[in-house]
């Protein structure tokens, strides 16, 4: 609190139509958001369907921190983090793999994969010491929907439902599009690197203003469809669905178009098997509706994007250093169209995709441009004086309109601000 | 196996073949660049490892020949913003081997490494690849039927690759 003015430094940066360009670029700004956001709320880590198996475990972070998520004995998911609890080695140094247990290097300090300490060596030097004092560290509260795990290192909270509020049911949505309602990440994850801050990614995600100019080389040699959808023209929306989560809704669109499969640039007689498993799964007519609406175009706070064909999870490991892991989406029981997800992923986007290397440029070029102390703020009004409610109540806007940044950031300040 | 002779003299061809594929992706002729590739060009550059299998795994670049025409005709636009302007590059090339398993349907097994030097908006860039190439003589010119690049460091988190590599 800032004594003289009686306003939060928070209110000052953070205004209704306009951010201040330090967000992005003061270091002991991002050290508050690891401890305010990274380190309090819901944030996704990892997917159910990585450890298919009993003792499988697959390495994951929150922020910097490594996190094991294990299946255990018992079949129960687990976040633990990577540190010995001893003198802090990390214990695993593998992506992934099958594992009971794990033995730290340094003085042999075994781990279940429950977390655990099973043994160490030399126990004579420790008697009378309670084991279960000494475990694995562990992300305090674990919680799944529809097989996307997430973690909060906050004792109290939200729950997960909570949080997630109104954009579960862009999950529920997702999972739709599997003739068996899972989806599945199973295709492995392409880490792409760029030179700034985490929350230009995070907004870029449901920029709906971009994608005309910043994808216009691919657009106009690829023969894309997606060019319009964002066009002034367009009828898709941008959508805050509050607590940060936003999306680009562009079933009005496909809606139009009335083709089951557009939304993917296909159509069902180029996907057969699919269609006869969605169709024996859902009923014609609901089989019908799943595949012109698509999937979701969803922006999860603060890093679980899911893009229609493939999932991104943002990883922040300094003010201007960033991590997009991606994989394409997989449709439990959806072999032909799970092929082409992965085809189209691999084009598209990680670090030589057609559309991410352009976005990533503009990351990095935003992030040394705020740098620079004039004007100081960014400018988000883009269709402020437009936006309204849909029937659910939530704030919707022009696809080009800058309504999920103002939702982002109205969020963000309600988590930086002192409670 | 071939005799001796001969092989020094597709060693000498080889060669000359890669040190230019290497000029013309320094110097972004595109065009002349594609040119090189065969009908049926496989353009492969690996995430994870270099033995993952492309049809169920991430890779980051897996195209196709179409894919392959995409891409440069993407570049070309000249609105391709991550290579507008275009990285300055150099790179070496070295250990070239022709390999001990030969394919029997005549194409020509290769294997370099490389190392490039990329300046670019962002920062210097250094990236360290092996090369593995399937060769063949097409109207008496060598051409690429598959490049798989296989970056050291393609297991970890990487920055935008954009130009051709």
């Given at each position: 609190m800032n004594v003289m003015t009686g306003v939060s430094p928070w209110e000052r940066l953070i205004r209704p139509d306009r951010v201040h360009g330090s967000l992005y670029t003061d270091s002991a700004i991002f050290e508050a958001e690891l401890k305010n956001i990274w380190y309090r709320t819901w944030v996704y880590v990892g997917h159910e369907s990585e450890v298919p198996n009993v003792n499988d475990y697959v390495i994951k972070s929150i922020g910097p921190q490594s996190i094991i998520m294990t299946r255990d004995e018992q079949g129960k998911v687990n976040l633990l983090l990577?540190?010995?609890?001893?003198?802090?080695?990390?214990?695993c140094s593998y992506e992934r793999g099958n594992a009971r247990s794990f033995t730290c290097p340094f003085h042999s300090w075994t781990f279940a994969n429950d977390g655990r300490l099973v043994g160490y060596a030399f126990?004579?030097?420790?008697?009378?010491?309670?084991?279960?004092?000494?475990a694995l560290g562990r992300v305090t509260r674990v919680e799944s929907y529809r097989g996307f795990v997430f973690g909060s290192f906050?004792?109290?909270?939200?729950t997960l439902k909570q949080h997630l509020g109104g954009a579960a049911e862009t999950i529920d949505r997702l999972v739709r599009s599997s003739p068996e309602g899972e989806v599945e990440v199973t295709a492995g994850f392409l880490k792409h690197r760029v030179k700034a801050n985490w929350k230009f990614i995070l907004e870029n995600e449901c920029d709906g203003y971009h994608p005309a100019f910043v994808h216009t080389s691919i657009f106009g040699v690829a023969d894309?469809?997606?060019?319009k959808l964002y066009g002034g023209a367009s009828t898709a929306l941008t959508r805050d669905y509050g607590n940060g989560h936003t999306e680009i809704d562009l079933r009005p669109e496909f809606r139009k178009r009335g083709a089951p499969m557009s939304w993917f640039g296909t159509s069902e007689e180029r996907l057969p098997d699919y269609t006869a498993r969605m169709k024996a799964a859902y009923g014609d007519t609901a089989a019908r509706e799943i595949m012109i609406d698509g999937t979701p175009h969803v922006m999860i706070f603060p890093n679980l994007f899911i893009a229609e064909i493939q999932m991104f999870v943002i990883q922040p490991l300094g003010v201007d250093d960033s991590v997009q892991h991606v994989t394409a989406l997989q449709f439990k029981g959806a072999p032909d169209l799970n092929r082409r997800l992965r085809q189209q992923t691999m084009g598209s986007v990680g670090p030589a995709g057609f559309l991410l290397a352009d976005d990533s440029e503009m990351y990095e070029r935003c992030h040394r441009g705020v740098l620079a102390r004039n004007p100081e703020w960014i400018f988000l009004g883009r269709g402020e004086k437009r936006e309204r409610r849909d029937e659910l109540g939530f704030t919707v806007g022009h696809v080009t309109d800058e309504v999920p940044s103002r939702g982002i950031w109205s969020h963000y300040r309600k988590l930086m601000e002192p409670a | 196996m071939l005799s001796r002779e001969s092989s020094a003299t597709l060693m000498s061809a080889v060669t000359a073949f890669l040190y230019r594929e290497a000029r013309l992706q320094d110097e972004h002729q595109y065009e002349a660049w594609e040119k090189l590739?065969?009908?049926d060009g496989v353009y492969w550059v690996p995430?994870?490892?270099?033995?993952?299998d492309p049809e169920r795994q991430m890779s980051i670049i897996y195209d196709n020949r179409s894919r392959i025409t995409l891409r440069v005709r993407q570049l070309m636009t000249g609105k391709h913003f991550t290579q507008t302007p275009q990285s300055n590059l150099r790179r070496l090339i070295s250990n070239i081997e022709l390999m001990d398993q030969q394919p029997d349907d005549g194409d020509i097994a290769v294997a370099s490494n490389s190392l490039i030097f990329e300046s670019s908006l962002r920062d210097d860039t250094l990236w360290a690849a092996r090369n593995e190439y399937r060769l063949r003589h097409v109207d008496g010119e060598l051409r690429m039927a598959a490049k798989k690049v296989v970056l050291v460091n393609n297991d970890k988190a990487i920055y935008t690759l954009s130009f051709l590599v």
């Open positions: 990577n540190r010995c609890s001893h003198r802090g080695n990390q214990v126990p004579d030097g420790y008697e009378g010491q309670d084991k279960s004092q000494l906050a004792a109290d909270g939200p894309s469809m997606i060019g | 590739w065969t009908d995430a994870n490892g270099a033995d993952i």
